[in-house]
């Protein structure tokens, strides 16, 4: 059975029980029914059998929720109008925490309905911008309450026109917090870097350009996921704790094929991580390949964009992946998914390899696909996709099994590293002792001109390119 009880007054606490006990003991508990709510009572009675209400636990906490309600939050709330008492809902129904009429949630209710009758009356004074961020800043908060049904309501109106198509940028805070701490700039710099933990985040302004409606897709994006990881997992959760993931992704991928599995941890990473624009500088206090088992302190201290996203680059991606997808096992009980990696000095990819059902898919960044064909055409396409960076352009690639290892150059001599291949529109050779002796005589001689460790190498292996030996 499944209704809205409504009722204009009440001052202490209602109880479950027939709508003649609710009418007769009005008086004693404080409740004032009028004639009219009363048949609506009957009216809501709909399973025949007189009471109101539901043996199952989850009704009881509803209305165990009503005890002893304040009346100050409740007259902001109705101001003369009805509103829900409580909703009954099947006894094998999902929790729904917002619905539960406590103090909390009615002063949560009453906040939210007061926030967008502000924005209305913004929006009719042509103060567009003053609204949006009234209703931006409550769903940001109500997020962080944990209040994601209310929040949902309210980033729903960010989606209406005219918010929608109007511009926003992400790091619009830490932009106008540049401002304050550089007064006589007129120009906030392209790149922001923050520091925190020993890890250095530049972010490109640029690349956090969207509009509201957009934000408040992402948002409401991120409520849908994160009930869905609660519901899958039965307790409450916080999904950028990779614990937490790990734990989810652990129960998701029970019973479900790869590219399922794929499919919902794309979703995860594009709802709640965003790629710096720039790079990341990771703490050196944390070895690379011990980034993974640390994450949950490492991502805390990251900063989040404006739709509440942690930024990153594709090494944190690469950490994410590997420990998000590390609790899920095989029927045989052996770890399912193996993670590997392919990199060239500016870029890195994982490749998932399901022991499970022999396929395997991409994360590159937020991005993922499926690897299809042969174990061959697998691995070359694999490569290509983190070698072929332009048209024409020449790098080195790694392959491993650890972000390390993958590395085609040493992070400390900046050589190339042995077995590294050599790519140019597809592979072209293999990092070997006498390309390395050219390369060292080559820096010796000072052949090598000045620039970026990637343009050196590329400018080097042009040379060995042209002098046939490649």
């Known amino acids: 059975m499944n209704m809205i009880i409504r009722a204009p007054e009440f001052r202490r606490e209602v109880r479950p029980g027939t709508v003649e006990e609710l009418s007769a003991r009005g008086e004693r508990v404080g409740v004032s029914i009028s004639e009219e709510e009363l048949r609506g009572l009957r009216e809501a009675d709909l399973d025949g059998n007189g009471v109101i209400g539901d043996s ?11 005890d002893r309600y304040d009346t100050d939050a409740r007259r902001d709330r109705v101001q003369g109008r009805a509103y829900d008492l409580a909703r009954v809902i099947a006894p094998n129904a999902d929790p729904l ?14 906040g939210t309905d007061r926030a967008l009758a502000r924005a209305t009356e913004l929006e009719r004074s042509g103060r567009g911008d003053a609204a949006r961020e009234l209703l931006r800043t409550t769903g940001d908060s109500l997020l962080e309450r944990g209040e994601r049904f209310e929040a949902a309501r309210v980033f729903r109106r960010l ?12 790091l619009d805070r830490e932009m106008e917090a540049y401002r304050r701490d550089h007064p006589g700039s007129t120009d906030v710099p392209r790149i922001l870097s923050t520091e925190r933990g020993g890890t250095y985040t530049h ?3 640029r690349e956090f350009a969207t509009t509201y409606g957009e934000l408040a897709s992402r948002r409401l994006a991120q409520i849908e996921q994160h009930d869905r990881m609660e519901r899958v997992l039965g307790r409450s959760i916080d999904p950028r704790d990779p614990n937490d993931a790990r734990d989810y992704f652990t129960a998701f991928s029970t019973g479900r094929g790869t590219d399922a599995v794929r499919g919902e941890y794309e979703q995860y990473l594009r709802n709640f ?23 949950d302190s490492i991502l805390s201290r990251q900063p989040r964009d404006g739709a509440g996203r942690t930024i990153i680059d594709c090494e944190g991606y690469a950490d994410i992946t590997r420990h998000v997808l590390s609790g899920a096992r095989t029927s045989t009980g052996e770890e399912r998914f193996a993670v590997g990696y392919a990199s060239r000095p500016t870029h890195i990819i994982s490749a998932v ?8 898919f991409v994360v590159n960044n937020a991005s993922t696909h499926m690897l299809e064909g042969t174990s061959e055409a697998r691995g070359l396409s694999l490569l290509r996709e983190v070698g072929e960076v332009g048209e024409d352009q020449t790098t ?13 150059i040493d992070e400390e001599t900046g050589r190339p590293r ?13 990092v070997g002792l006498d390309f390395l002796d050219r390369f060292d005589a080559a820096e010796r001689n000072h052949q090598i001109p000045p620039g970026t460790r990637p343009q050196r190498l590329e400018w080097f292996i042009r040379q060995e390119m042209e002098a046939g030996r490649l």
């Open 97 to 110: 925490r917002d619905l539960r009429a406590s103090p909390e949630s009615m002063r949560t209710i009453a």
């Open 396 to 408: 080195l690639v790694g392959v491993g099994r650890s972000v390390t290892d993958a590395r085609p």
């Open 203 to 205: 972010m490109d302004t």
């Open 56 to 66: 199952s636990s989850e009704v009881e906490a509803l209305w165990r929720g009503l």
């Open 159 to 170: 989606q209406e026109p005219p918010n929608r198509d109007r511009p926003v940028n992400l």
């Open 418 to 430: 042995l077995g590294s291949i050599i790519w140019h529109d597809g592979p072209r050779g293999v």
């Open 353 to 360: 390899g399901d022991r499970e059902t022999g396929r395997a």
């Open 273 to 295: 991580y965003a790629h710096a624009g720039n790079n990341v500088s990771w703490t050196t206090d944390i070895p690379a390949d011990r980034r993974h088992a640390s994450l």
